[in-house]
């Protein structure tokens, strides 16, 4: 079936990769630990050099382990092929070296996961790739220079979560000649289509969400077909490349992927609605509630959101924080995200955003993961947290 576009999402999840040439007659393709792939005649040796896609060629181009995994991937979106990175970083930084060169300018949304920030500030600098930062929601058009390359986008925005319009923000940059680059972690193809809504390059962390575990770090990354073969190119010469154990891991998690974000995103608005209404919450930064930055942008072209969104407390200072965090039974504190499991993280904005500063104003704000637990039981444990944090800054 693996290129049925008639199939809805979560049937095409289920099927795609699964081609019987790499499942050989079971369910999932097993996991090739490969570096040497032999040929038997110099006639097979030299028909895989002149066509490295016909089939096992050398460990760093993939074995059926992969090549299931990227052709899963591409169906979601869909995409004419896709690329795995060892991370999330890793498909950032691989995208922006792939298309960018020396003496180019890339405009950057300030709302930008903050490694993706430290790698333009310092690696692309230090190549001769100078990024402006511009505010989530403005109009770029006045940032674009005749040399702008790249524009590179998140949305919802990491930690503040304003949703941005991507067909606009892509008719600019078209116009002007840039590309529009998007780090589409956050809800994944399944909720979605960044191709479709004019990126042409598209990134994710399969870490979070695809692999849904907490026990792998992988990226990916594709793009449009008039992109992908100069792509693709630029990917092979940086040697970049995927564990198969690892992308086993990712493959597993896509199958049941549609299933885990429903949930999560049940969930995480059935908390973030609890939250809305406590007291010490001066708001909820989650793009499915009514009234948050880009709530409308969201709902016309998004089709869910995932369990990741951030709470503003109206008071206290982020040392009361060990009140809240320190004593809760479910949430636990970590870096990463999209897991089966709560986890819970204090972040400061503060010194890192320069075009669109966070207000210095109210008390801390604090991301929240929503796993796959009852959500009874998390905003039980959230009400018992928030009110040893009441105790604690009166
Ligand atoms: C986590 C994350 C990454 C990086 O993924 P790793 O696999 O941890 O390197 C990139 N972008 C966003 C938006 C993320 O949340």
New binding site residues.
Partial sequence: MSNDENFAPATRLIHAGRRPEWTHGVVNPPVYHASTCIFDTLAEMDARVRDPSSGLYYGRRGTPTQWALEEALTQMEPAPAAKLFP????A?AGALLAVLKCGDHLLMVDSV?E??RTLCDRRLKALGIETTYYAPGADIAPLLRPNTRAVFT?SPG?LTFEVQDIPALAEAAHKAGALVLM?N??ATSLYFKALPHGVDVMVQ?L??YVVGHSDA???AATTTPELWKDFAAAVHNFGYCAAPDDAMLALRGLRTLDVRLARHHANGFAVARWLEGHPEVARVLHPALPGAPGHALWQRDFSGASGLFAMQLRRGERADLAALVDGLKLFKMGF??GGYESLILPVRLAGIRTADPWPDEGGPLVRLHIGLEDPADLIADLDAGLQRYSAAVT
């Fill in positions: 991370s999330g970083l890793a950032v996961y490694p993706t998140e990491s780090d972690t956050w962390a870490t979070k770090l992988l990226g990463s995200w």
